[in-house]
């Protein structure tokens, strides 16, 4: 069992930054692959990015160029830092875990409750 725990949301500006933290909870956080999903109002829940168990790193084309996930396994934390925010980054992020590689197989079975990134144009 893996609980997770997001903060670093809130406002910005476009163009402006913020950096997500995915805590994890756990001793065997270093075999699960991480990833980062959002949802906006009225929108499905997207992959945004996401770090397997030897730190490959993945993302959307969307955010690609802008996002860096990584992790640190010691700290059982991922982060996803956010760069040059356009307004269409708003949603709801939430962090997700799994023995599984997420890029291939999907989202694992653990989620955080999310945290809001509101980008301001």
């Known amino acids: 069992q893996v609980q997770l725990v997001e903060s670093g949301g809130g406002l910005v500006q476009a163009g402006g930054s913020l950096r997500l933290v995915c805590a994890a909870s756990?001793?065997?956080?270093?075999?699960?692959?991480v990833g980062w999903f959002r949802q906006a109002p009225g929108k499905e829940r997207e992959f945004v990015a996401s770090?397997?168990?030897?730190?490959?790193?993945y993302y959307a084309d969307s955010v690609k160029g802008r996002f860096t996930i990584s992790r640190d396994n010691a700290k059982a934390t991922v982060f996803l830092q956010m760069n040059s925010l356009k307004p269409e980054d708003t949603a709801v992020y939430y962090c997700?875990?799994?023995?599984?590689?997420?890029?291939?197989?999907?989202?694992?079975?653990?989620w955080g409750q999310g945290t809001q990134v509101t980008v301001s144009s």
């Open positions: 756990g001793r065997t956080f270093s075999r699960y692959a």
């Open positions: 997700n875990a799994g023995p599984l590689a997420i890029v291939v197989d999907g989202p694992g079975p653990y």
């Open positions: 770090i397997s168990r030897s730190a490959s790193t």
